[in-house]
């Protein structure tokens, strides 16, 4: 029997960013795909809100709730034992310090989760604060922010000029000084990801910010082609998974409605003599009628 690997810690995080070590990491939100994660070497798996539009259909992000986090962090939990994983605070759930504080305690508790993630850098830092010194892990994210789609027109890039990059860098710095053990960089220009990412001692990870920071995520439903209403630039395919199940699908209606299935292969049977005996069970019944 394999051995169990080592799941990561948050010391390690750190460790991983002061040696130069790349780390990889998948958002995933059922079981399934978690074991498929764990199954391939994946050091992190993201469980984000994400979920909302990849699971549930919504538009973004913002639909879902702190037990629906909650309920598909567990599901990934034991899908994936040995991984670290990382969850996502969703929409509305650290709107003030005593609201944050609350739901991320919650979360910790019931998810199963080695750390929890919000979004937003300065002006959220006494939110990040107090639930950091709360004891809770927590990581925070710029750039693209998901949460702020409206404020940001849809999602697009982030940090296009000098100027908003800065903004950017501060945030980054916001979100170390108020006691985050990392952050997420998304949807802006390598060289902005790369000034990101020096500019803090804490873990970082991207997506959409080329090469930059210690580790690299990309959605897991994305990148087996499962989900495929819209791809994201930054998103690589690596399989089919739509074209795959589609085919299946079709399939295995082509045979039912044939009649090839299912089949002596596919079909329980019982053994002749009670058969026999559920016969003649049958006929006495019909004729006591």
């Known amino acids: 029997m394999a051995e169990a690997r080592k799941k990561l810690t948050i010391p390690d995080l750190k460790a991983k960013k002061q040696a130069g070590e790349r780390l990889v990491m998948v958002a995933v939100g059922e079981v399934l795909s978690a074991a498929w994660g764990e199954r391939a070497g994946v050091d992190i798996l993201g469980i984000g809100d994400s979920l909302g539009m990849t699971l549930y259909g919504h538009e973004n992000t913002l639909a879902i709730t702190v037990d629906q986090m909650i309920e598909h962090t567990r599901a990934v939990r034991r899908g994936a034992p040995n991984t670290f994983t990382l969850t996502a605070m969703p929409y509305g759930s650290y709107a003030t310090k005593e609201i944050a504080v609350g739901n991320a305690i919650k979360m910790m508790k019931e998810s199963g989760a080695d750390a929890l993630k919000l979004q937003g850098g300065r002006e959220i830092f006494d939110i990040i604060k107090a639930v950091s010194d709360a004891g809770v892990p927590v990581m925070s994210h710029v750039g693209l922010v998901p ?43 390598y060289e902005v990801g790369k000034a990101v990412d020096e500019a803090v001692s804490i873990f970082t990870f991207s997506i959409g910010a080329g090469a930059a920071g210690t580790c690299q995520m990309l959605n897991g439903y994305d990148l087996i082609g499962a989900f495929d209403t819209f791809k994201p630039k930054f998103a690589k395919r690596y399989g089919n998974v739509v074209e795959v199940a589609v085919e299946a699908f079709k399939a295995y209606a082509a045979d039912v409605r044939s009649g090839a299935f299912p089949d002596d292969d596919h079909t329980y049977k019982m053994n002749a003599e009670e058969v026999a005996k559920l016969k003649q069970a049958l006929a006495s019944q019909e004729e006591a009628k």
């Open 147 to 189: 949460h702020h789609v409206h404020k940001h027109g849809g999602f697009r890039m982030q940090g296009r000029t000098a100027e908003a990059a800065l903004t950017i860098i501060d945030n980054a710095k916001a979100i170390e000084e108020a006691g985050a053990i990392g952050l997420e960089i998304e949807a802006v220009p």
